[in-house]
């Protein structure tokens, strides 16, 4: 349970967490599963060719992976969280507005994995299969908490769920942008990043607007039932 919600309690769990041999191995292996996982897909053939490059034995690679390439999706998406929150740390969000937040932690995010933008797409092939929907909604999720807690989030409401949906929402389709995108310097996606985020604020906007018509609906549905039921 992450119970700090700055930048900096991430950070410092993060680095809290005991580095056991089974982590050290997994880590060699996800050093260099990417180029592969971008020629094989994110499959047992690039997990083993991963391993054959490493020179781990079979049983140090059981070890750090049970599951084989399955295991790597956490891993990897763990090294991009970290990468993301340390970029986050640099920047000045304070000074920020809250779109503005968003928005800089999901390109950095994206910014992150560009290295590994193949293979971040064959993870994301892999995880489309319905047996696996539970797994890429939890790593989704675990991005986007992270990404509220960074920014400061403290709501702890109906609020905390419906902003990590909509953020997940967001994060999704970016990601399916981004792979398609070849233009320079991925400004496509960034348009559509601020696109996507300008919804959400209007959506937020229009909910603002209906909660007194809401009030007032409850009012006279009271006032109603007082006339109907004496009470």
Avoid at 119 to 146: G, K, N, Q
Wanted: with cysteine; aromatic share 10%.
């Amino acid at each position: 349970m992450l119970e700090r919600v700055d930048g900096g309690g991430l950070q410092a769990y993060f680095s809290s967490m005991t580095v056991t041999p089974s982590a050290r191995f997994r880590a060699r292996i996800l050093d260099v599963f990417p180029a592969h996982a971008a020629e094989q897909g994110w499959t047992d053939a690039a997990f083993k060719a991963a391993v054959a490059e490493t020179g781990l034995s079979e049983g140090e690679a059981a070890l750090a992976c049970p599951r084989g390439a399955v295991d790597l999706f956490d891993a990897f998406a763990e090294r991009a969280d970290r990468a993301m929150l340390d970029r986050l740390d640099e920047l000045d969000l304070d000074a920020m507005k809250i779109r503005q937040k968003v928005r800089a932690a999901v390109q950095v995010r994206l910014e992150a994995q560009a290295p590994y933008k193949q293979a971040a797409r064959a993870m994301t092939r892999a995880l489309s299969r319905p047996d696996r929907a539970p797994e890429a909604t939890r790593l989704l999720w675990r991005t986007a908490d992270r990404i509220w807690r960074a920014l400061g989030d403290k709501s702890t409401d109906g609020n905390f769920y419906s902003k990590r949906a909509i953020l997940s929402g967001v994060l999704a389709s970016t990601y399916v942008r981004w792979f398609s995108d070849e233009s320079e310097d991925h400004e496509a996606t960034w348009a559509f990043l601020d696109a996507r985020i300008e919804n959400v604020m209007q959506f937020e906007k229009f909910k603002a607007q209906l909660k007194p018509v809401g009030e007032a609906a409850q009012s006279a549905l009271g006032i109603a039932a007082r006339f109907r039921y004496g009470r």
